[in-house]
């Protein structure tokens, strides 16, 4: 079966980092964008960032210059840095295949194509 499997959630002050990592298995990785979705309670679903299967990456405009994506193809594992943290990134995170980039959250996920994974709780204290 398909697994994603996030990790590197937690609470962190205001300016603060994390990273959160992607554990994939019976995934064709190198066929598939990955991203990173989040939804807050009472805030949209949203993705925040994606990466190509050409390597091109790409960020929502509130995490540029803060954010990073990155793949290694090697371990079929996506990641996400996050630094300068605002409470406003309080969200749970999900990894993801991204189907088609402009597609609503709850589009994806109820059309029962591509992968998520559970979700990782991020919270931000100010």
């Known amino acids: 079966e398909v697994q994603l499997v996030e990790s590197g959630g937690g609470s962190v002050q205001a300016g603060g980092s994390l990273t959160l990592s992607c554990t994939t298995s019976?995934?064709?990785?190198?066929?598939?964008?990955m991203g990173w979705y989040r939804q807050a309670p009472g805030k949209k679903c949203e993705l925040v960032s994606y990466?190509?299967?050409?390597?091109?990456?790409y960020y929502v405009d509130a995490v540029k210059g803060r954010f990073t994506i990155s793949q290694d193809n090697a371990k079929n594992t996506v990641t996400l840095q996050m630094n300068g943290l605002k409470p406003e990134d309080t969200a749970v995170y999900y990894c993801?295949?991204?189907?088609?980039?402009?597609?609503?959250?709850?589009?994806?996920?109820?059309?029962?194509?591509?992968?998520w994974g559970q979700g990782t709780q991020v919270t931000v204290s100010s």
């Open positions: 990466i190509s299967d050409n390597g091109r990456t």
């Open positions: 019976g995934l064709n990785f190198e066929r598939w964008d």
């Open positions: 993801a295949t991204v189907i088609e980039s402009s597609l609503p959250c709850e589009t994806v996920r109820s059309s029962g194509i591509g992968h």
